[in-house]
């Protein structure tokens, strides 16, 4: 279970080191990860990623099923050791999970502790920081409210409907105030209302804390919705297919951003994405990071 | 309502135990069998034969004996337990001498044990019981660990949980169910070799005092000392199952759930 | 140390059936190695004198000593006894407590009277019918047989009751509506249920009953490998005592493996792993 030591440095690929700019909060650099498991076939995840958020941006992140999201969502969180290239959040290159981050995992059910209530949840990774107890109990009460379950603070997870439940791991990270908050797919097994009642939690979360957001999913609509951009993702080995800005006014809400015709459009030009690398049409070379 | 309600409750938990009682006394009160005295006689000789002083000198060595091997078992057990789920290479290098220990019926432990520790003490009985109570809460610690749930684990490490907080707030509270289902067949087992380590060697102890009694053919104070023993053993098991309940009410809760009752 | 390969590669390869074969090899390897420390470590820490070579004998002469007994009769005919007397207590207690589980489970009312009556009489450890069976049969089978069928019976009767309880009532409805008999309700219905449970009971009992039949035999002088054992600890042959404890634990392992390979055969259609409901 120990922190995993990246041996990153030297085989990084030869590319101009970009000036180190305050304004960008993540960084990936020529990451790229290939599992090699002795007695298991070779398996080629990501072949080359280069890309970057600036501070207080919401990305989303899509792709094709398979297109390694998962592997990428965990080789930022410095749960995966990479092959080589390395990710840069704050400056600093993540070697294991970083202090200034937090995942939001998408099975809710599991991420909870279930032996624990919903505050003791939220406050275990405060109590690693360092916190007093009536610090923590403060913050995590905050940070409930938040997400609208001041209620069930006393309760179990278990207990929770599992909308209720990927509530309270948003809840728990918002807690940690990291810079970097990373969801994976963290929408995908709940109900459709619930779904858009988070998508917009997660908006208004991320407006008032002023949060980095990298949101992974597989939901075109939903990455249109919610993302400053769009990075889509080819099959596997995974390559940048395109980063797409999306120019939607901030202020969005379900029902007119959704039939507003730019939305469609931009809708339309993901899906085209997904379509064509699903074929497996894919850019012979990486698009260096920012540009569509 | 709830008087009729609780009385219906009552009579079905405890209408089959008087029944069988009252068909035991019925049957044997005419016994002349010396293995199988009346039952009214059995009664008689209770408060004669299990006096103050054969508690304090049988009954109390026994489960103390009984307690440190199986508290030494339930330590060790945890913590080596621990350790091995959570290092994949040191568990297959330990598994298969771990399946052998296991599968060496404990009672047998008894003459090596007498060769080191001698039997003739407490030393080898607690040895014996702690040494048979080991394997169950050893191996099913094990399974827990190496079974934590994937997600529970990443979200540890990706909050950056240190290794001490990991190992007290995810590690074991996410073992326990199977730790406690180690524990309860440790528990039945440490009964058993409290028992037969008492058989062995001159000594002093509820088993001792058994077998004492049916060797001079005490009979019927020797039922009296199979349902001492008897006794023990149910309030042993109802005492695990109150710390079961306070300890895994969110996992008995959990499961309720899921099953959808 | 690094649980990476193991904990973190289902996250790419959802695991598929051959890749997780493909790592097992390492493994038994490691496993093979364990072996060799123990028995290695076992025989320096006695010809070294560091554990006294009267209390623990070089592994080598255990070895020898157990293949000597290979080639004597007298050990095959305790042998024979131990799995005889091991497996007619376990049969008996399988066709008991499966008997006894599908007909109290079946009918809510039994189940409700005996609840408290089954609860009360599990945990009497069967040690304590020991003085009784002595008197009884003194060193006979027969004294070894009733431990382990009283200790093997409650295991096997609790797991039934839970199979019979998991049965899904919708299909005992159905079952009712197309107006089965009680014999086919527990053939169609109830038996493929319970039979994961049953296969659970096997290999708890089997293990259970195994302690209690040593158990007789060295603390009642029952025939068979455990009364050989305590012969051989107060003769004072103590390489002897460990040959037949190392033999005795084989057997220990050998049930285990069968158990679980009845378990597998039995099962490989069920969808569930089920770990212990007892």
Known sequence: MSILKAPLTSLRPERETPARDDAVALDLRGVQKTYDTPGRPQVEAIRRLDFSIRKGELVCVVGPSGAGKTTLLRSIAGLLELTSGEVVLDGATVTGPPQGMAVVFQEYGRSLFPWMTVRQNVELPLKEKGLGKVERRAKALTALEEVGLTEAADQHPWQLSGGMQQRVAIARAIAYEPTVLLMDEPFAAVDAQTRAELEDLVRSLWKRLGVTVLFVTHDIDEAVYLGERVIVLSNRPTVLMEDVRVDLPAKRDQLTTRSDARFGELRGHVYALIQRAKRGDRPDAPLPGGGA | MSIVALARRAAIALGLPIVLLAAWWVASADSTSPFWPPLQKIIQTFPTTWTWDRFVGDVVPSLTRLAIGYALAVIVGIVLGTAIGLMPRLRALSEPVLEFFRAIPPPVMVPIIALFAGYTGSLGKVLTIALGCLWPILLNTVEGVRGLEPTLTDTARSYRLSTWRRLTFVVLPGASPRIFAGARQALSIGVILMVISELFGANRGLGAAIVQFQRSFAIPQMWTGIIVLGLIGVVLAALFRAVENRMLAWYQGQRQIERGE | ?278
């Open chain 3, 1 to 278: 140390m690094s649980s990476s390969p193991a904990t973190l590669a289902p996250a790419a390869t959802r695991g598929t059936p051959r890749a997780r074969r493909g790592r097992r090899r390492p493994d038994a390897w490691l496993g093979v190695l364990g072996v060799a420390i123990v028995l290695v470590g076992a025989e320096t820490l006695s010809r070294t004198g560091i554990v006294n070579p009267a209390f623990l004998p070089p592994v080598s002469e255990m070895y020898a000593k157990l293949f000597q007994l290979l080639g004597e009769a007298d050990f095959w005919q305790s042998l024979w006894l131990t799995v005889r007397g091991w497996a007619v207590g376990l049969g008996a207690a399988m066709a008991l407590g499966i008997l006894a589980g599908f007909v109290i489970g079946s009918l809510p009312w039994l189940r409700a009277v005996t609840r408290s009556t089954i609860e009360f009489l599990r945990p009497i450890p069967s040690v304590a019918l020991i003085p009784l069976v002595v008197l009884m049969y003194g060193t006979k089978p027969a004294s070894a047989f009733l431990l382990v069928l009283y200790a093997a019976f409650w295991q096997v009767l609790v797991q039934v009751l839970y199979g019979v309880a998991d049965v899904d009532p919708v299909a005992r409805d159905t079952a009712r509506s197309y107006r089965f008999g009680p014999l086919r309700v527990a053939r169609s219905v109830i038996y493929p249920t319970a039979l994961p449970y049953i296969m659970t009971a096997f290999r708890l009992a089997a293990a259970v009953a195994l302690i209690l039949e040593i158990t007789a035999e060295l603390v009642i002088g029952v025939p068979g490998l455990g009364r050989d054992i305590g012969v051989a600890q107060s003769s004072g042959a103590v390489a002897e005592t460990y040959a037949l404890v190392i033999v005795v634990g084989l057997i220990g392992v050998a049930v285990n493996l069968l158990a679980r390979v009845v378990e597998r055969k039995a099962l490989w259609w069920h969808p569930s792993v089920r770990s212990e409901a007892a």
